[in-house]
């Protein structure tokens, strides 16, 4: 069995992020709910890729290793999530270009 949690910077439970465990082309997923706690029970013993991913957000660490044998438990598998920067971007163009006319793209 493999249990963890997922956290953001400041502590709190992340919602509905989907943690995968891997062992070759056996994969499972869980999704936390509002605890941030997933599961994954009565998993085969092997060694396995445990990842967490949400849309915006960058993982710390991206990947746990774990050898899992059986009647083994791993329960603190954790992750941090931090919300991913947003860059901003400037698109600069000809000088004569106007912003006075509007385009209508459909």
Do not use: C, M, R
């Not at 438990?73 to 270009?97: C, W, Y």
């Amino acid at each position: 069995n493999i249990y963890g949690s997922v956290v953001d910077a400041s502590g709190s439970p992340v919602v509905d992020v989907v943690v995968s465990a891997t062992s070759g082309t056996f994969v499972q997923y869980d999704t936390t709910g509002a605890d941030g706690l997933y599961q994954f029970q009565k998993l085969p013993a092997q060694q396995y890729s445990v990842k967490a991913f949400k849309v915006g957000f960058a993982g710390d660490p991206l990947e746990h290793i774990v050898s899992l044998w059986t009647g083994n438990t791993f329960s603190d598998v954790d992750f941090k999530l931090n919300e991913a920067l947003v860059a901003e971007i400037k698109i600069q163009g000809p000088e004569n270009v106007s912003n006075s006319t509007t385009h209508v793209f459909e």
